[in-house]
Nanobody, 120 residues
Framework: VQLAESGGGLVQPGGSLTLSCTASGRIFTMLNMGWYRRQAPTDAREFVARVSFESGGSTDYADSVKGRFTISGDSAKNTVYLQMSSLKPEDPALYYC????????????WGQGTQVPVSS
């Protein structure tokens, strides 16, 4: 399974941006898709949001983005979107698409990451 992200780019504080991610390859059952981010200087990936296809589209958000970011997904297209609004100076990061895929057991996949810098 490969994940292709798009939509990153420079935005102003308070601005909006939408990221998208599409999975391709030998896909059997896509359980969940979502987004994580990695902010300098840490190497840790922080959870941002997730949409659960296995749970009928239920969503989950990190407290830091609740009310500002909206995640949605299209299970038929194996695609997830992240609408980001009211961007804050603390939102710049490398945003990674994440997918949980199941054939018999569950396997995680990661995208390459798309940069979202916010201009000061």
């Amino acid at each position: 399974v490969q994940l292709a992200e798009s939509g990153g780019g420079l935005v102003q504080p308070g601005g909006s941006l939408t990221l998208s991610c599409t999975a391709s390859g030998r896909i059997f059952t896509m359980l969940n898709m979502g987004w994580y981010r990695r902010q300098a200087p840490t190497d840790a990936r922080e959870f941002v949001a997730r949409v659960s296809f296995e749970s009928g589209g239920s969503t989950d958000y990190a407290d830091s983005v609740k009310g500002r970011f909206t995640i949605s997904g299209d299970s038929a297209k194996n695609t997830v979107y992240l609408q980001m609004s009211s961007l804050k100076p603390e939102d710049p990061a490398l945003y990674y698409c994440h997918a949980e895929h199941q054939i018999i057991t569950m396997t995680e996949f990661w995208g390459q990451g798309t940069q979202v810098p916010v201009s000061s």
